[in-house]
Structures are given as structure tokens and as C-alpha cells.
RNA sequence: ACAACUUUU
């Protein structure tokens, strides 16, 4: 059963749900092999993230009338069930599901909430988030810093820079949470989108100097933001620099924005003979 | 270490 979970779980998450679903029913019709929660669990997840919100409650009733399976229901599986109503922007099913939880006595976790304020934030809906932020103590949820972040980034993306930003101090200085490698990534996509050369380079130090080592999110992110404006050159000096110097190796994504950069602003002329010099120089296939 | 949450193209 392991093995077949594992299987469908793979499946699942790169979304290949039909072959997930074939597993599902082999390993009932010919391996006489009951599914677990487990195996509930992984396709509900996988419908979730495809978007398939037919399938996931499908998925839901037939474990709800499997006799194996009805008293194992548990915070995870129903953690999946709120993540698929939040990507439907289903935030009030979403939020009757948790209140139902409780009822149940299957107590829903942090993680439950995270995947609810997430939802409300990354779609612009940052008051709702933080009803949901400052309610989810009454359950005996403490927010992590995983709610901080999810919080911040709506800030970010739909308040603004500055608002976001007032957010990060908050949070850095009220030692409740740490802000970690995705605070930082998260601030810095926004920072240099408005072009804060200055703070970005600031806050890199921040980062930096608390023991936070960058990864190729912050690179990319960086990157990223700079082609996007006229800065192009600006970018790939920085590129060059650190991959000079053996601090970063630049991968596939970061080239994709580089060539996304030059070709908006120089032409795809200039992307074609880029594209060139970085397949003999780096190796990369694009 | 069989399933659930946040950051880049």
C-alpha cells in the first residue's frame, strides 16, 4: 500500500491525475489493496492543485464510504479539502469546513490556517487574512512563520511596498517569528520591482548578516525584477558577477528572465546572440 | 522519511 501511495502521490504532484487515478483503481481491482488515508490524501491534493475541484470532492465522498476509511478521516486530509475550496476562491465553504473540524473533534492545525490565510492574502483579500490571523489563536493555532510570510507577501503584492514593508519591521523586531529565507525573497521581489537599488542592496546585508544564506529564488527574484524594467545590463552585471566569483550558478529561470529583459528592451536580436554566448559559456540547455 | 501551508521565469 505504501508503494502504491508513494506511486499516486508522484503522479499527483505533477499532476498527471489521470494515471493517478488508474493506480488507484489497480491497486483495489488487482493487488486486492485497500487505500489508506494516506492514499485519500494524495489525490485530494493532486485534484487541488490542478484545480479540480470535482474531482477532490468526489475523491472526498468515496473515502467518506469506504468502511476503512471513514474514522481515519483526519487534520490533513481535511487541511487538503480547505486548500482546494481557497483555490476556488471558495473562502466561506473554506471556513465552514474549519468550524466543522472543530465540531468533529478532528482539531484543525496551524497548517489548516496557513492554507486559509493563504488563500485570502494571495488573492488580494489582506483584511479578511488577518480576521483569520488574529481568530486562529481561539483554536489553540499559533501563527508561524509561515503566517507571517503569507501575510507579508499580500501586503506586498496588493498594499504595496511601503505597507509590506512597515509589516517586515513589525515583524523582525517583535521576536514572535524570524524572518527566514522566504520573508527575505518575498521583500526583495518588491523592493527591486520599485527599484530600490539602494534598500535592496540594504536588505540583502540584512539577510545576510543574520545568518541567511541567499538562494537562487533571491537571485532570480532579483534578476528577475531588474529585466522586467530598463535594467537590464544592470542584471546580467550582477549575473556575471556572481557566477564570476563562484557565489551563484545561474539557472534556467534566471536565463529565461535575462532573455525576457533583452528581448523586450533590445530586440530579439540581441536575446538570439545572448542565448548563443550562454550556451557555450554555461552549458545551460535552454 | 507513504498524504496538507508561504518566495522567482
Known sequence: VVLYNTLIHGLSSCGRMVEAVAVFEDMQQNNGCSPSIAT?????????????????????NKMMADE???????????????????????????????????????????????????????????ER???????????????????????LGGLLKSEGTKEGLEFFKEMDSNGIVKPDLVTYNSVLRSVSRSGMLVLVLQIFGKMVSSGIEPDNFTFNTVIDAYSRQRRVGFAIRIQDRLSCR????????????LLWGICRW????????????????HGTNP
Open 266 to 281: 533590445f530586440g530579439p536580436e540581441k536575446a538570439g546572440s545572448y542565448l548563443e554566448k550562454m550556451m557555450v559559456n
Open 68 to 126: 476503512g476509511c471513514v474514522d481515519m478521516v483526519n487534520v490533513v486530509v481535511y487541511t487538503s479539502m480547505v486548500d482546494v475550496l481557497c483555490r476556488h476562491w471558495m473562502f466561506d465553504e473554506a471556513y465552514a469546513l474549519i468550524e466543522r473540524m472543530r465540531r468533529s473533534s478532528c482539531h484543525p492545525n496551524t497548517v489548516t490556517f496557513n492554507t486559509l490565510i493563504g488563500g485570502l492574502a494571495g488573492s488580494g483579500r489582506t
Open 246 to 257: 563562484g557565489y551563484w550558478c545561474p539557472d534556467i529561470v534566471a536565463y529565461n528572465s
Open 129 to 151: 487574512a488577518r480576521t483569520i490571523f488574529e481568530e486562529m489563536g481561539r483554536y489553540g493555532c499559533i501563527p508561524n512563520v509561515t503566517t507571517y510570510n503569507e501575510l
Open 40 to 60: 485519500y490524501g494524495a489525490l485530494i491534493d493532486g485534484f487541488s492543485k490542478s484545480g479540480d475541484l470535482r474531482g477532490a470532492t468526489e475523491t472526498w
